[in-house]
């Protein structure tokens, strides 16, 4: 399972916020630089990006500090916020994205996101399935949708997506776990999908929200999620660089 630890940005900064509560904003480090270096120092070699202002904004802002990023380390980004546009999408890649992550677009407009994926491929996009009780959120998650997270991953499946980063608002920056339940039933019936047609493609699932503990790692790697995104229990010091780096040396 590959470690992604994640950065996002308001104002150039990299910050945190609570059950996506942009009032919660904390700033942990002025230069999301600094701690992306900090990151590749201790081995990791994926990270993840989020534009809030993006998000917000319906249209990508930062990728000046996806650039210094992507130029000045060797990490492996992929990119997410506000990307609605075939301009934004360049703008990220132009700009040093490895993979772009699109929610709001695949909700709103998937045409566009079908086309994004038949461009440029399954290993460069993927798919932001965000939810609130099982409900797809868009727009920073300031929106909520009447489509449900399984059905809606299943669809996109189907229409050729690989990589999934799925996210439990209701547990995202609150230290209280991830959601083992919703990960364990999203693997088990889009792998009994994939087994149904052989058009679908296999489902690469990335946890995201509530991670709180190293232990944590071991046991959403057993249920078959293909990475693990960890942000505040980082930067709140509940999980070590140091315990990340050795997880990675001795998978």
């Not at 919660?24 to 201790?42: C, G, H, M, R, W």
């Not at 492996?76 to 546009?85: A, E, N, P, V």
Request: charged share 25%.
């Amino acid at each position: 399972m590959r470690i992604i630890p994640a950065i996002d940005i308001i104002d150039g900064k990299c910050v945190r916020l609570s059950k996506g509560d942009y009032n919660t904003k904390k700033i942990y480090n002025e230069s999301p630089l600094e701690v992306a270096k900090q990151f590749q120092d201790a081995g990791i070699e994926y990270l993840h990006v989020v534009d809030l202002d993006g998000a917000k904004a319906k249209h990508i802002v930062n990728h000046n500090v996806l650039e210094q990023i992507a130029s000045k380390t060797n990490l492996k980004i992929d990119f997410g916020g506000g990307l609605k546009t075939n301009e934004d999408l360049s703008i990220a890649f132009n700009s040093g994205a490895s993979q772009i992550t699109g929610g709001s677009i695949a909700v709103k407009n998937p045409e566009i996101f079908q086309e994004w994926l038949i461009k440029f491929g399954c290993d460069k996009i993927i798919l932001g399935a965000d939810c609130n009780n099982e409900n797809i959120a868009i727009s920073g998650w300031l929106e909520e949708s009447d489509l449900k997270v399984i059905p809606f991953i299943k669809n996109h499946q189907e229409k050729g997506v690989s990589y999934v980063i799925c996210t439990d608002i209701s547990k995202d920056g609150m230290l209280e776990g991830p959601s083992f339940e919703l990960y364990k039933r999203i693997l088990s019936e889009c792998l009994t999908e994939r087994s149904r047609s052989e058009n679908t493609a296999e489902l690469k699932l990335i946890a995201s929200g509530g991670i709180s503990t190293f232990d944590e790692l071991p046991k959403l790697a057993e249920l078959g999620c293909e990475g693990v995104i960890i942000g505040k229990a980082i930067y709140e010091n509940r999980i070590s660089l140091k315990q990340l780096e050795n997880y990675i040396l001795n998978k």
